[in-house]
């Protein structure tokens, strides 16, 4: 499109417009899919999913850290005040089920006499953890939440040495608060709400930023948040200067640095030494990067160097003038400001001092507007189209690498948590965090409503467990078109 606004393409484009639907609630969940058939990863239960023989049934096997020699589910965490103390543990052990059937339905009588669960609940509940792909359906009011909320306590209670957090997802923030609300009922507290859009306010204390707080980043880590953040600041920048470049009639510093540092290298110093400063500091560089080309701006309007306050002024200007999003802790100081403010009258005064070869300078404005005509004719406008979206690749580049940063860091801030909770569309967002902790086992509560699609984006190579709980006859699938709405019915 920028190629085309300027005459140097004639491509066509299309423009797709889907009527009530919202792009946010499809468009993360396409680009995880896209994403993850390019790189060729794996979907957790893909033999049960999509088998490669049709009508074959798949086998019903429980999850792999389920079936270690010794494993059981810890079911004492269930039991009524009445039965704590009994001495015989209440535990469920999926390979007894495979050699003693009868164990199930034991198991099964026992839940519903110490525990609060009903036949159908309990039933469910050792179903749901003897499976490592299970699917539980209830109409209203058969306690599928509780039933959610059980299995999370016995997750949790059986966890051996390494404790992932358990992922929790909802389609809606309205399902998830709930679930999460639920769960902090019962005196569950170490648990995250990666997202927005949640319209209660006790979920902020659990939010990522907030919760993140409480954890301290290592050298490590702020080092390379600090570089990422200066790499993208810079060419954002740099971008700002090609894109006004090709919105006016003047040209833009980065256009007459690469012409000068080509063709008239003796030239280039006149203008680069005056924004020099310490390479050690990053907040002088950044600072002078911000007001970077503030010298060829000054020289354009036939700035005299000798006015050193006046160049100092354009300086300032240009400060003001660029676009830079801060990060937290890393904001520009004044100390830097002053340092880089008495440097750049150093610099004027050394330039001043020493004899150079070329002093564009001393040339009047009439001069310096016939260079200036010189060096447009040299400049051709596909140079700029091209440098133009080349920084854009750039920086689109520089902003994964500064998420990345934020990503390694909150899975670091998740590993020690006992929930993550999210939506749909903040798992398939924030697929990164779940690779990264290499989560076991999924909870999807209110499954019903989940399309497909954002079933798979849950399903993470890692997922050992995975558990959709909901009613497809009370909260199922919704369809914005009249055609699609048929073919569900």
């Known amino acids: ?3 085309n606004a300027k005459d140097e393409s004639e491509e066509k484009f299309v423009l797709v417009e889907i009527p009530k639907a919202l792009f946010a609630g499809f468009n993360h969940t396409l680009k995880r899919l896209q994403q993850q058939a390019s790189t060729g990863e794996k979907i957790a239960f ?5 088998p490669d023989v049709a009508g074959r049934n798949p086998e019903v096997s429980p999850p792999n850290y389920a079936a270690v020699e010794g494993f059981a589910f810890q079911l004492d965490c269930l039991r009524t005040n009445g039965h704590i103390s009994s001495k015989d543990p209440l535990n469920l052990r999926p390979n007894d089920l495979k050699s003693d059937p009868a164990a199930l339905l034991h198991c099964v009588d026992t ?9 159908g609940q309990a039933r469910a509940l050792c179903e749901n953890l003897c499976r490592g792909l299970a699917f539980t359906q209830g109409p209203p009011g058969t306690g599928k939440t509780f039933l959610g909320i059980s299995l999370v306590r016995v997750l949790l209670a059986s966890r051996r040495d390494i404790c992932k957090p358990i992922l929790v997802v909802c389609m809606t923030n309205h399902a998830l608060d709930n679930f999460l609300g639920d769960l902090r009922q019962i005196g569950l507290s170490s648990f995250v709400r990666i997202g927005k859009n949640s319209k209660e306010t006790w979920t902020q204390e659990f939010s990522m930023q907030n919760v993140s707080k409480r954890v301290k980043k290592t050298t490590l880590e702020r080092s390379n948040a600090k570089t990422a953040h200066i790499q993208a600041d810079a060419l954002c920048i740099e971008g ?8 006016c009639d003047t040209l833009c510093w980065p256009a007459v640095r690469e012409l000068l540092e080509t063709k008239y290298p003796d030239i280039l110093p006149c203008f680069a030494d005056i924004a020099q400063v310490d390479e050690s500091r990053l907040t002088d560089v950044r600072l002078a990067r911000k007001g970077g080309g503030f010298a060829y701006e000054y020289w354009c309007d036939g700035g005299d160097l000798k006015d050193i306050a006046r160049l100092l002024e354009r300086f300032n200007k240009l400060l003001n003038r660029t676009p830079v999003v801060e990060e937290n ?28 070869k070329v002093d564009v300078w ?12 010189q060096w ?10 091209d440098r133009t979206a080349e920084i854009h690749r750039r920086y689109q580049a520089a902003i994964q690498r500064k998420r990345n940063v934020h990503y390694e860091f909150d899975a670091r801030v998740c590993t020690g948590l006992d929930i993550v909770g999210m939506t749909t569309t903040a798992c398939a967002m924030h697929w990164a965090i779940l690779r990264e902790l290499g989560i076991q086992t999924v909870i999807c509560e209110e499954a019903g409503e989940v399309m497909e699609a954002q079933s798979l984006c849950t399903l993470l190579s890692t997922v050992e467990h995975s558990i959709f709980i909901g009613d497809p006859l009370q909260l199922r699938q919704v369809s914005v078109g009249a ?3 048929r073919a569900i019915c």
Not at 329 to 354: K, M, P
Not at 362 to 373: A, G, N, V, W
């Open 1 to 3: 499109m920028l190629y």
């Open 46 to 50: 893909l033999p049960s999913i999509a």
């Open 111 to 119: 839940l519903c006499e110490e525990t609060t669960l009903d036949r």
């Open 240 to 247: 700002v200067s090609w894109c006004e470049s090709l919105n």
């Open 329 to 356: 802790g890393d904001s520009i100081t004044i100390d830097a400001h002053q340092r880089v403010v008495a440097q750049i009258s150093q610099n004027a005064s050394s330039h001043l001092e020493r004899p150079s």
């Open 362 to 373: 001393s040339l009047p404005m009439k001069e310096r507007e016939k260079l200036l005509d």
């Open 376 to 385: 447009k004719q040299e400049i051709e406008l596909r140079n700029i189209l």
């Open 483 to 485: 055609v699609f709405s």
